[in-house]
């Protein structure tokens, strides 16, 4: 285009006012939103998953099966020996019972969790959890799975102090006695039963 032309050009256009731009917006590839909504799904999963609380490994199949008559035992440092031989003696009446028979781990999982949970919050000490020992070939598949969980779990447990299989009376070793530590609210009752009606010493 020559000037002459252009210059003609630009004055028959000083009066058009340009075309406003719509603001552009920027597209996701596609495919981008369904896997934001997967990456977002499976973040909710864990986070209703985690929302109870509960410590306990999930997968309760890659803990090891226990053969049923194998005995467990287990102590915290700072338990007493003498302590944890009336236990293991099933001297200590079991003020709570727990019986995992016919659970699923995930399910016996779950019930452990809340049974431990409350006793220790009611100040609890001696409870019994069963997981029996199997009478046919299937049920003893099942409770050697059942045992194996038992003993990862109570082990992942702060408030559980010690725990040992049971007398023959008590189940054997189809069954475990725990001893729990006491809560903080019980240490505050006993104190403050200890220190009701006490006169506090005057050197005066």
Request: aromatic share 6%; net charge positive.
């Amino acid at each position: 285009m020559s000037n002459d032309e252009e210059s003609l050009f630009l004055d028959e256009m000083t009066d058009v006012v340009p075309l406003k731009r719509e603001p552009r917006v920027r597209v996701a590839p596609k495919g981008a939103g369904s896997n934001s909504s997967v990456e977002a799904r499976r973040e909710a999963a864990v986070l209703d998953r985690n929302s109870d609380g509960n410590i306990l490994t999930e997968d309760g199949l890659a803990i090891t099966p226990l053969d049923p008559w194998y005995v467990l035992e287990f102590k915290r440092p700072g338990v007493q020996n003498g302590v944890f031989r009336k236990l293991k003696q099933g001297r200590y009446e079991a003020e709570a019972r727990l019986d995992l028979h016919r659970m699923t781990a995930a399910i016996a999982r779950r019930e452990l969790y809340e049974f431990i949970r409350e006793c220790y919050r009611l100040g609890i000490r001696s409870v019994m959890v069963i997981h029996g020992k199997g009478e046919s070939r299937a049920e003893r598949e099942r409770a050697s799975i059942l045992k194996g969980c038992t003993d990862h779990w109570l082990r992942e447990l702060d408030m559980v102090q010690a725990f040992h299989s049971a007398q023959p009376r008590h189940g054997g070793t189809g069954a475990v006695y725990v001893l729990l530590r006491k809560s903080e609210e019980k240490k505050r009752e006993n104190r403050e039963k200890f220190m009701k009606g006490r006169v506090p010493y005057d050197g005066g």
